[in-house]
């Protein structure tokens, strides 16, 4: 729908549409490939009027918007739109930044069925980071159009998470999405992503510092699989979040600390 | 705050662990994890993807083969532009005339309920005569250009023609030495300048992302278009010719976009010195754009967008106007005072003092630039009713002693003067610098005043007015 009243002006100022003072239950991510429909499902979702358009990039304001599903407040954070989480870029840096270390309760991939093998890059690797996942298939009728079928539950079955198809220009099968996020985000629904298996020699390398790292960071906050990998990679800009991370972690404990003595 | 001791200590001894793993990465991680990745989602996607037949034709390709191919390639996108612009040009004229029809008619009926209220002249004269007729003004001589051409330009957005543009465009700036993606900031610049400004974000390299940003209002925004269409209409009146006026906005956007592509390359081999950093552009599949949507977001927010911005700069604007024609110092106003200290400078590039006045009082929103003026011109004239390009024509002409060069000038002015309050506004917090804000609003000034300096002195040499 081009740009809008809430793309436009002094408005442009405006990173957020809502304020989050009211109460969240659950943080939603939703990532994807730029020009896979993000924007379309946000608002659709969120019932708010952010710029949309057929080019790649044209997110550049992260947007918050918050929906309500069976009396609970989702905040839905739109991510700007990837191809990959190498951090070879800002965009890539801060998704993949966002996913690991603001650690979002689940996570919507948004990908365009009408060129799903490109599309299933990025949900590879958030698989590597984060296995709370939801995966949009979106523009199936795109799709239908020009003859492409994709298997729904085999596709499911092979990434190890659920996987919902819509059409979210004409709002069809958003009420699944937005029951499976629930489901994904309350934990009621487990998820058992799909790894990539590498090379062996990364694989055994992997698995000697994996111990060393679940002890430093702990098994339930982070995937160390990935860490494993981007340290052994030396990627700098992991290893900086990596150490604010820890920072802020020590932090919180003095604090509690802190209390006990007092 | 530094970590403690045992975190230090464990992160450290990963890292030297991995240096004994993976000395001087002879792994080859990077490489290899992506190659496997790839592999991986080719495996899955050729599982549970399944094409019947493939489509007889691509239209896809056959469409890009016209729209980006290096013959048909601009003269498709002039056609394209020319053909929105007629249709705005040509569409807004009724609709325009009919909404004047009507709030004159209600400032009629206002000034008769002030009559018989026994009103005092002043309140008369403020409320109806300024803040009043402003509004008026903002509503028929905007509206009905924005209603049209926002649609069009979204319907082409939608469509993922915007692409297509950065496509066809990239190889110019190349050359001037920016980024290929300008060409999408500044399609969006036709939108909103300010909302232009923000789009550079998509531009990584700090430099041509500057120069981006310097060059965005060198396309004219919505709130421009209008000014733009109305003196195009007085430039061709008796002729009645809805193609000459579409043609001259037109040219006026194309010399904006060779405006764009100097001053970036001046940028480039100035004051931001550098060479362009490549990138890959992906070409989005055509989507059918869901008309219905657009035409209702489109109006309905920009109406609505329209109203409220009309509502909270156009009636100040009104109002500061109709005091600045009303209070009097001596003999004169003291709107006809600063007209008349600005003239000499404004006569040298083709404009009068009143014009230049309402460039200056037009900052916080470009929108209202052709209401004050219109408004200035109405407080020190005679005539009192104006609602056709036909009134507006013996306003100016007339009345005023306008030229085909003032016109023009007063065109390119437009086109090319310091960005709206807004648009500066957001300049300073996208680039956190004062001093670029600075060059941002005095860089294009300067351009404006040196072009219609230059036009309107050869022009006037060789006697052509």
């Known amino acids: ?262 | 705050m530094g970590m403690s001791q045992s975190m230090r200590t464990g992160l450290n001894s990963i890292l030297s662990d991995v240096d004994k793993i993976n000395p001087h990465g002879t792994l080859g991680i990077n490489d290899s994890v992506v190659s496997s990745i790839y592999y991986a989602a080719e495996s899955i996607a050729n599982e549970v993807v399944s094409q019947k037949e493939k489509p007889k034709t691509d239209w896809d390709k056959k469409l890009d083969d016209i729209l980006t191919s290096r013959v048909f390639g601009f003269p498709s996108m002039l056609l394209l532009l020319g053909v929105i612009f007629w249709l705005t040009v040509a569409g807004a004229n009724v609709p325009s005339a009919m909404i004047a029809d009507v709030l004159f008619w209600g400032q009629d009926r206002l000034t008769d309920l002030c009559n018989y209220l026994h009103a005092p002249a002043w309140f008369h004269g403020f409320f109806v005569e300024g803040i009043y007729r402003c509004l008026a003004w903002v509503i028929s001589v905007m509206l009905p250009p924005m209603a049209i051409f926002f649609p069009c330009f979204t319907l082409l957005e939608d469509l993922g023609y915007l692409p297509r543009v950065a496509f066809n465009l990239d190889r110019l700036f190349k050359k001037a030495g920016a980024h290929g993606k300008q060409a999408l900031t500044m399609s969006m610049g036709f939108g909103c300048n300010a909302a232009g400004i923000v789009a550079c974000r998509i531009i990584e390299s700090p430099r041509e992302r500057m120069i981006a940003m310097l060059t965005n209002n060198f396309v004219p925004c919505n709130g421009r278009f209008p000014t733009l269409i109305a003196l195009a209409g007085v430039l061709v009146f008796g002729m009645g010719s809805t193609f000459g006026a579409t043609a001259i906005v037109v040219g006026i956007i194309l010399l904006g976009i060779a405006v764009t592509l100097a001053v970036s390359w001046t940028l480039s081999k100035t004051l931001l010195k550098g060479v362009p950093s490549s990138f890959t552009l992906e070409l989005p599949p055509y989507r059918k754009p869901q008309i219905g949507k657009i035409i209702v977001r489109s109006i309905f927010d920009r109406t609505l967008f329209v109203l409220g911005r009309a509502i909270c700069v156009a009636a100040p604007a009104g109002a500061v106007t109709w005091l600045l024609a009303n209070i009097y110092v001596g003999d004169l106003s003291v709107l006809a005072y600063c007209a008349q200290w600005l003239n000499p400078f404004a006569q040298a590039i083709g404009l009068d003092g009143f014009i230049l006045m309402a460039f200056i009082l037009g900052l916080p929103a470009n929108e209202i630039v052709l209401p004050i003026l219109i408004m200035s011109y109405l407080a020190t004239g005679s005539m009192t009713e104006l609602d056709s390009i036909e009134d507006l024509y013996n306003l100016f002409v007339v009345q005023h002693g306008w030229t085909w060069l003032t016109a023009v000038c007063m065109m390119l002015f437009s086109l090319l003067h310091f960005p709206c309050g807004t648009t500066l506004w957001t300049i300073r917090k996208e680039s956190g610098s004062l001093k670029w804000t600075l060059l941002a609003a005095l860089m294009p000034l300067g351009i404006a005043c040196a072009i219609c300096f230059l036009v309107a002195q050869s022009v006037r040499a060789l006697g052509w007015v």
């Open chain 1, 1 to 262: 729908m081009g740009l809008t009243n809430q793309s436009c002006g002094t408005r442009v100022n405006k990173e957020t549409f809502t304020k989050s003072t009211a109460k969240v239950d659950y943080v939603i991510a939703l990532a994807g490939n730029p020009n896979t429909g993000k924007s379309t499902v946000f608002n659709a979702l969120t019932g708010l009027n952010q710029h949309t358009g057929n080019w790649p990039g044209k997110t550049v304001l992260r947007a918050e918007g918050k929906y309500i599903d069976h009396g609970l407040v989702f905040n839905l954070i739109d991510l700007p739109g990837t191809y990959s989480l190498q951090a070879n870029s800002v965009e890539e840096q801060v998704t993949r930044d966002y996913l690991c270390f603001q650690k979002p309760d689940a996570t919507i991939v948004v990908v365009d069925a009408t060129c799903l093998e490109r599309n299933l890059n990025l949900v590879l690797q958030v698989l590597e980071i984060t296995s709370k996942v939801v995966v949009c298939v979106n523009l199936v009728d795109e799709a239908k159009r020009k003859k492409i079928c994709v298997n729904i539950d085999a596709l499911a079955a092979k990434l190890g998470v659920p996987v919902v198809a819509t059409a979210a220009r004409d709002g069809i099968g958003l009420d699944k999405l937005v029951k499976t996020v629930t489901e994904v985000a309350n934990g009621t629904l487990k998820t058992a992503p799909y790894y990539v298996q590498y090379h062996d020699s990364i694989e055994n390398a992997i698995k000697k510092i994996q111990p060393q790292i679940k002890l430093l960071v702990g098994e339930e906050e982070f995937n160390t699989r990935w860490l494993a990998l981007k340290l052994l990679d030396k990627d700098q800009t992991v290893l900086t979040e990596l150490e604010k991370y820890l920072r802020r972690k020590e932090n919180v404990t003095t604090e509690i600390g802190g209390e006990l003595w007092a």
